[in-house]
């Protein structure tokens, strides 16, 4: 699974001491750490060697090698060196990237997501890491990077009310017409594959008028839901005969899996989209935008300028459902709330 869970708590090393911001202590550098010794080790050397390498007694040498080797461990037990200077970095760029606002008590959250890319690049130190980030501006670092801060929990049928609501929306539509909904933080497909399902079940067939464009700024988790494979786990609190009728059970290799039915997957289509950027690849109208447990990632200014971009790509009548701990109030003259964190544009009230 690449879903990284909401709460993941990083597993803490057991040197490590309480940690906070204005606590935590940088790491041991060798560099830095030098002149601090330096009078013991300052070998007797004359000035007229203002040149050549110093000459150390054998035992400065070996308390040198010692300060060399702490140099890369961190002074809180971690494998990585990770400052608090880093951590406001990150912070800085996957806000500049994503708009994500990661909250100020997000270090090891941070550390144990990023600590994968380092030792994939072979890196000792978040700032080198990062430096290179930003010289090389290598996209697929970007990416790497993005994919590793963003949170992907999701479920099957998460907030159900929604999907009971959407349901009522299209039996009342002319049957004849496709009906378009955006799912904009699609994750790993739980989300959509549940519109697909709802869309089928209205409808009474497995071919229903719909077209679902399931859209996500992480490139994992959209490669796993173009797959549709979940593990039993994902399934085990679906009604058995949703189960049944749009599932098919794993063999083989994949035996303990379900995949989503090929029809389901007719009905969507994945694609990236990071809704912080000016271009979005998607065309309206849609009938329902599915916008939920994102915007809470993103700071009010933020959330404002994307609810503007949504309004004229909803239909007049249409729907935008949000996750039930987000609340556009703030945005009242774009989406007024129906209740149970469903909201209709502003500009058809009446
Ligand atoms: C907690 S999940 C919510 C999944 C699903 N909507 C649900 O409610 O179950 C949040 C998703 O938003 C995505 N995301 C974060 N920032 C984004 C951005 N700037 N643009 C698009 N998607 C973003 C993340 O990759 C993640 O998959």
Partial sequence: MSDKPESKVPPRAPLAPPRSTATARPPLDPAARRPTLSSPLRPAATPTRTNAAPVLPAGAVARQKIVESLGKIDVSGREFAFTPADFERVRALIYKQAGIALSPIKQDMVYSRLARRLRARGEHRFSDYLDNLERSNDPKEWEEFVNALTTNLTSFFREAHHFDTLANMLRSFDPKRTVKIWCCAASTGEE??????????????????????????D????????????????????????????????????????????????????????LLEPAWP???????????NVMIYFDKPTQYTILKRFVPLLRPEGLMFAGHSENFMHAADLFRSLGRTVYARTDQRG
């Fill in 192 to 217: 959509p594959y549940s519109l697909a399902i709802t869309a089928c079940e209205a409808y009474n067939t497995m071919t229903p008028p719909v077209q679902i464009i399931a859209t996500d700024l």
């Fill in 219 to 274: 490139t994992n988790v959209l490669k796993h839901g173009e797959q549709g494979m979940y593990g039993m786990d994902r399934v085990e609190r679906l009604q058995r005969e949703r189960l049944q009728k749009f599932f098919l059970r794993g063999t083989g290799e994949q035996a303990g899996k379900v995949r989503v039915r090929p029809e389901l997957q007719r009905l969507l289509s994945f694609r990236r989209l990071n």
């Fill in 282 to 292: 998607v065309q309206g109208p849609f009938d329902a935008i599915f916008c939920r």
